[in-house]
């Protein structure tokens, strides 16, 4: 059984930077699951992997996702208002980062 996905996309040429993203279902939320992912995601492309930084865009209106990037250490960059359409309306994007010499502070 499939609960959420998560997404790695490589930026640039050397591909140091990474976007991550991710959803769980619905009934699987709230649980740590996607906490738990992330942690681990995050581990292995900051300490195996060496990247330099990781991103995260989101609707500014996902108030658990923007909770869950900041107890894992992201900081907010940016505020993109109306920037994407989503169900009938324009949204806000919030861009969130971490770099390498942030992971586990």
């Not at 591909?15 to 959803?23: D, M, Y």
């Not at 300490?47 to 209106?61: F, I």
């Amino acid at each position: 059984m499939l609960i959420g996905d998560f997404g790695v996309h490589f930026l640039g040429e050397e591909e140091r930077q990474v976007e991550l993203g991710f959803t769980i279902a619905p009934s699987f939320q709230r649980r740590g699951y996607a906490r738990e992912a992330m942690m681990a995601l995050l581990g292995h492309l900051f300490e195996e992997c060496k990247k330099h930084r990781g991103v995260l865009r989101m609707d500014a209106g996902n108030a658990a996702a923007l909770a869950l990037a900041s107890s894992l250490g992201f900081r907010k960059e940016g505020l993109f208002v109306k920037s994407f359409w989503a169900d009938d309306h324009w949204a806000d994007k919030v861009v969130c980062a971490m770099l390498h010499s942030e992971w586990g502070q």
